[in-house]
């Protein structure tokens, strides 16, 4: 069974651009979760959607936002990127979510904003 | 904010011989799991252990879980080579409807052949 994939695996980016990374997680997998990874903070959530809707949020800024479609796959976007957005971007998706089973990691997206 | 904190934070041994990582966390838990990270690419799940749970097993694997002291260990036996990665333990808070995984620092584990 194919496993949670995101797109694209590298991105580089100007100051100020926006960007939108996709991710299709496993078939039958409702809950997709995107998490943020930098040296200096490591992994930190940024939101989770389970059936379209947005369950929980971590503290970033209103920049980063995303959206689940009906089929599960789900985007983020970035707008007005920073330096500091550089990082790897991870998907994980669950079937209900981690209350009850792992997730499963995509290999992630790395963003380098210039 | 990060919750767990791992220790150590690098750890190095030789093949063969066992590796133990502890978590501690902060906050009252519906569950804990650990991952394995190689350079830099994506998390892989390891385990789950609910907080009703003491101990689990999964292969070469064994978790400890102790909500009294909030803290957790991942001993891995008879390392391989293959081993070699970060490992995080990750919470999920107990609250009702929180999904999220909050992840500790990590462990970088690397076994000599």
Redesign the interface.
């Known amino acids: 069974k194919a496993g949670?994939t995101q797109t694209p695996r590298y991105l580089i980016k100007t100051r100020g651009q926006q960007v939108t990374l996709s991710c299709s997680p496993i078939s039958g997998h409702r809950?997709v979760?995107w998490?943020q990874?930098t040296p200096g903070q490591?992994?930190?959530?940024l939101f989770?959607y389970?059936s379209e809707t947005q369950?929980?949020k971590?503290?970033f800024p209103g920049r980063f936002s995303g959206r689940q479609f009906s089929n599960s796959r789900s985007e983020m976007n970035v707008s007005t990127l920073e330096l500091g957005d550089s990082a790897?971007y991870?998907c994980?998706s669950s079937y209900l979510?981690?209350?009850d089973?792992?997730?499963?990691?995509?290999?992630?997206t790395?963003l380098t904003v210039v | 904010s990060q919750q767990g904190e791992e220790d150590p934070q690098a750890l190095s041994i030789q093949e063969g011989e066992n590796a133990t990582m502890n978590c501690s966390y902060k906050t009252s838990i519906n569950n804990l799991q650990w991952y394995r990270q190689n350079s830099g690419r994506g998390l892989v799940h390891l385990i789950l252990i609910r907080s009703n749970e003491r101990e689990k097993h999964s292969g070469r694997l064994r978790v400890t879980l102790d909500t009294s002291k909030k803290s957790s260990s991942l001993l891995i036996t008879a390392s391989r080579a293959a081993d070699t990665a970060s490992y995080f333990c990750a919470t999920i808070f107990s609250g009702a409807g929180s999904y999220q995984l909050t992840f500790g620092k990590g462990t970088k584990l690397s076994v000599i052949p």
């Open positions: 949670v809950s979760s998490y990874q490591g992994l930190q959530f989770e389970f369950r929980n971590g503290n790897l991870l994980a979510g981690g209350r089973y792992g997730y499963t990691f995509g290999s992630g790395r």
